[in-house]
Nanobody, 121 residues
């Protein structure tokens, strides 16, 4: 059974940084593309960033391009999201997800429980 556990969320001031982690188990991690998604209050869940299984390809949403960086450590079965220059509009629950294919994002069908990120102005 696939299990994804996010950590690293919290409260930060605008302009600050956070690094989210997602520990994966129950899957051959190095064979799965990994992604981060988020859901703000009253809004639908949206794509943030995805990373191919070998870490050679990435794709970011326009809203985080240049501020966020997705990375992975296949030896630790962990994917990360480094978030810099945070804005209040980045406030959301952040979810880690796994897929056998890198794209499209609709194929990400294994989900963690999420971690709250709150950015104060």
């Amino acid at each position: 059974q696939v299990q994804l556990v996010e950590s690293g969320g919290g409260l930060v001031q605008a302009g600050g940084s956070l690094r989210l982690s997602c520990a994966a188990s129950g899957l051959t991690f190095s064979s799965f593309a990994m992604g981060w998604f988020r859901q703000a209050p009253g809004k639908e869940r949206e794509f943030v960033a995805v990373l191919s299984s070998r870490g050679t390809a990435t794709h970011y949403s326009d809203s985080v391009e240049g501020r966020f960086t997705i990375s992975r450590d296949n030896a630790k079965n962990t994917v990360y999201l480094q978030m810099n220059s945070l804005k209040p509009e980045d406030t959301a629950i952040y979810y880690c997800a796994a897929s056998r294919r890198f794209w499209p994002t609709s194929l990400y069908d294994n989900w963690g429980q999420g971690t709250q990120v709150t950015v104060s102005s």
